[in-house]
């Protein structure tokens, strides 16, 4: 039995933001420029795939033009060289955390550079464009390919696994999420039910800033290498 705390991470599109990725609900923010309900549900992929598709190639093909920062990176350090468990859990679709050394990402919400067979489920990795005339290699005839992304209304992956992480979780963090959207906005009640520390760090309060017993406000790029540093330092001290 490990002595050292067991952390369970989550972070948000606010991680990414000091990398130059937009986020959902800031004013300017992806939800501000496209409708949820035409980009990111599979009624509005029925309804006309091509705007769905073009939607992810355009952020999938930006991936190409941003890099890892400092936030990603410490989170990156906090795993490798925290002496008890680490769990990484993203609600994020881009590669940022694995480019920023993550050595393991759990991505509920799917990835960008994945697509999806229709028919069959397969997931393939994926970096270029996805198009109406795209067609998967798992089927016959060829199905079509969606991006591997969660839309609302579908289930988040990696559920269970993340459940039994949160019931087991000595110190819960949290980076860059407003805790809008379930279940992911329910992690920090469920890690608190069970005991854990819950440490919030975001730009500013989020919808679940009563549920954590600490919080670090201001760009995380900013505020989470210092205590990532410091925790390691003392790591019997969290
Ligand atoms: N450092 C820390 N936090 C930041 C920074 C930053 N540099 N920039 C922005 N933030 C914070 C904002 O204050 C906001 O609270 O990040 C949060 C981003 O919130 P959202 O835009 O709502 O993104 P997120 O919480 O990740 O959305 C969750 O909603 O639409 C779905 O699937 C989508 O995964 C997404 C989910």
Request: charged fraction near 20%; charge should be negative; hydrophobic fraction near 40%.
């Amino acid at each position: 039995m490990s002595q050292h705390a067991r952390i369970v991470i989550l972070t948000g599109a606010g991680v990414s933001a000091e990398s130059g990725l937009a986020t959902f609900r800031a004013h300017d923010g992806l939800w501000e420029q496209h409708r949820i309900e035409d980009v990111a549900t599979p009624e509005g992929f029925v309804r006309n795939p091509q705007l769905v598709q073009n939607f992810y190639n355009q952020r999938r093909a930006q991936l190409s033009s941003v890099v890892p920062n400092q936030a990603h990176q410490a989170l990156a350090r906090l795993q490798r060289e925290w002496p008890g468990d680490v769990m990484l859990v993203t609600q994020n679709v881009d590669d940022l955390h694995e480019r920023g050394g993550s050595p393991q990402v759990i991505h509920m919400h799917g990835e960008l550079l994945k697509a999806r067979c229709v028919e069959s489920g397969q997931v393939v990795a994926w970096l270029n464009d996805i198009t109406a005339e795209t067609r998967c290699a798992c089927c016959k005839p060829a199905a079509i390919l969606r991006p591997h992304i969660v839309w609302f209304g579908e289930i988040p992956l990696h559920m269970e696994h993340i459940y039994t992480a949160l019931g087991q979780a000595d110190l819960f963090i949290s980076i860059g999420t407003s805790g809008n959207v379930y279940p992911a906005a329910g992690f920090v009640a469920e890690a608190r039910r069970h005991g854990a520390l819950t440490v919030e760090f975001n730009l500013e309060p989020s919808e679940q800033r009563s549920l954590f017993q600490q919080a670090n406000y201001g760009p995380a790029g900013e505020t989470l290498p210092g205590w990532v540093d410091r925790l390691l330092k003392e790591p019997t001290k969290w």
